[in-house]
């Protein structure tokens, strides 16, 4: 039996998109050119118009595929409702350290997300709410859990921040990093349980620590007596 027209127009959207992704990673949205992707999702130029609008749109709905794909891949960890929060925090850097692929090769995927961060296209605010921001706010929840006093949404955003800066920190600079340590260290430096392990202790400590001092303003220094 042959295929019906629809099924025969989701197979060709979802080709133009296998092959975009990758293009749009390597090459960037403004490098990136319609015909080239056409050419490698064997497909005419004006596919492109017909499916996706323009190649704004079909950008923005590679970088949504990347997203969902990698969700897929590591989706976010389940606990049950007496779950620790220590044992929340721990998950919560392990699946993140997954999903930005330390010190391997990286994924297209991961590869489009990241240019996305670096220099943001109108794709980064639906990225954003659909995708970063309820990952965030749940990370927030599980500090306001390990914290030991109130804290103000200024220092929870601050906190949240430091948290997946350590993790993005492996990404980012992943080659620098290479070149700052040993030779027979850098396995053991980027390995996922230690980097896990120590970003969930190295956090725990810093939030620990936050209810032992008490701000204090400055106060104008005083003369010194002889």
Same mark, same amino acid.
């Given at each position: 039996?042959?295929?019906?027209?629809?099924?025969?127009?989701?197979?060709?959207?979802?080709?133009?998109?296998?092959?975009?992704?990758?293009?749009?990673?390597?090459?960037?949205?403004?490098? =990136?050119?319609?015909? !080239?992707?056409?050419?490698?999702?064997?497909?005419?130029?004006?596919?492109?118009?017909?499916?996706?609008?323009?190649?704004?749109?079909?950008?923005? &709905?590679?970088?949504?595929?990347?997203?969902?794909?990698?969700?897929?891949?590591? *989706?976010?960890?389940?606990?049950?409702?007496?779950?620790? *929060?220590?044992?929340?925090?721990?998950?919560?850097?392990? %699946?993140?350290?997954?999903?930005?692929?330390? %010190?391997?090769?990286? *994924?297209?995927?991961?590869?489009?997300?990241?240019?996305?961060?670096?220099?943001?296209?109108?794709?980064?605010?639906? /990225?954003?709410?659909?995708?970063?921001?309820?990952?965030?706010?749940?990370? /927030?929840?599980?500090?306001?859990?390990?914290?030991?006093?109130?804290?103000?949404?200024?220092?929870?955003?601050?906190?949240?921040?430091?948290?997946?800066?350590?993790?993005?920190?492996?990404?980012?600079?992943?080659?620098?990093?290479?070149? %700052?340590?040993?030779? &027979?260290?850098? !396995?053991?430096?980027?390995?996922?349980? !230690?980097?896990?392990?120590?970003?969930? !202790?190295?956090?725990?400590?810093?939030?620990?620590?936050?209810?032992?001092?008490? =701000?204090?303003?400055?106060?104008?220094?005083?003369?010194?007596?002889?």
């Amino acid at each position: 039996m042959g295929r019906s027209p629809m099924n025969r127009e989701d197979t060709t959207k979802n080709r133009i998109l296998a092959a975009a992704g990758p293009i749009f990673a390597q090459r960037g949205f403004q490098q =990136a050119t319609v015909r !080239e992707i056409c050419d490698a999702a064997d497909v005419n130029l004006a596919s492109i118009n017909y499916y996706f609008g323009d190649k704004q749109q079909l950008y923005i &709905d590679s970088v949504i595929l990347a997203r969902e794909q990698r969700a897929q891949q590591f *989706p976010f960890p389940s606990w049950s409702d007496d779950t620790l *929060p220590e044992v929340k925090l721990r998950k919560f850097v392990g %699946m993140l350290l997954k999903r930005v692929v330390v %010190m391997q090769t990286i *994924p297209w995927q991961v590869q489009l997300l990241m240019r996305e961060i670096l220099n943001p296209t109108e794709a980064c605010r639906q /990225l954003v709410e659909d995708y970063f921001r309820p990952i965030f706010d749940r990370l /927030l929840r599980i500090v306001d859990e390990l914290a030991e006093q109130p804290l103000t949404d200024l220092r929870r955003t601050q906190i949240g921040f430091s948290i997946i800066g350590q993790c993005l920190h492996y990404r980012f600079s992943a080659g620098v990093i290479s070149l %700052m340590v040993q030779e &027979d260290q850098r !396995e053991e430096c980027f390995d996922w349980d !230690e980097l896990t392990h120590h970003i969930t !202790e190295f956090s725990l400590a810093a939030i620990r620590n936050l209810g032992s001092h008490v =701000a204090v303003k400055s106060s104008p220094r005083t003369s010194e007596t002889h």
